[in-house]
């Protein structure tokens, strides 16, 4: 069984910093792209950043030259690095990976960490 979990979240006032922490464990053949997701209260779940195996990175336009995306393909670690934050930053923060069991590959989330930034 593979588990994804967040870690890293809490109360931060605008402008401060955050690093948030995905770890995968689990029976896991290899990981393919790592993601970060975030929902806001009465929003849908949106897109924030991706790495991939070989370390190319997208974000979102609101966050660019915000947060920073990386990953320790030997810890099976993703980190996300926030800086700058914005009271619209506060949200649930979730990882989500595409990870192969043996042959196939399926698409895990993690339980989210709260992110709160006050104004």
């Known amino acids: 069984q593979v588990q994804l979990v967040e870690s890293g979240g809490g109360l931060v006032q605008a402008g401060g910093s955050l690093r948030l922490s995905c770890a995968a464990s689990g029976s896991i053949f290899g990981i393919n792209s790592m993601d970060w997701y975030r929902q806001a209260p009465g929003k849908q779940r949106e897109f924030v950043a991706t790495?991939?195996?070989?370390?190319?990175?997208n974000y979102a336009d609101s966050v660019k030259g915000r947060f920073t995306i990386s990953r320790d393909n030997a810890k099976n670690t993703m980190y996300l690095q926030m800086n700058s934050l914005k009271p619209e930053d506060t949200a649930v923060y979730y990882c989500?990976?595409?990870?192969?069991?043996?042959?196939?590959?399926?698409?895990?989330w993690g339980q989210g960490t709260q992110v709160t930034v006050s104004s």
């Open positions: 989500h990976g595409l990870i192969a069991i043996s042959l196939y590959e399926y698409e895990y």
């Open positions: 790495v991939t195996t070989g370390g190319s990175t």
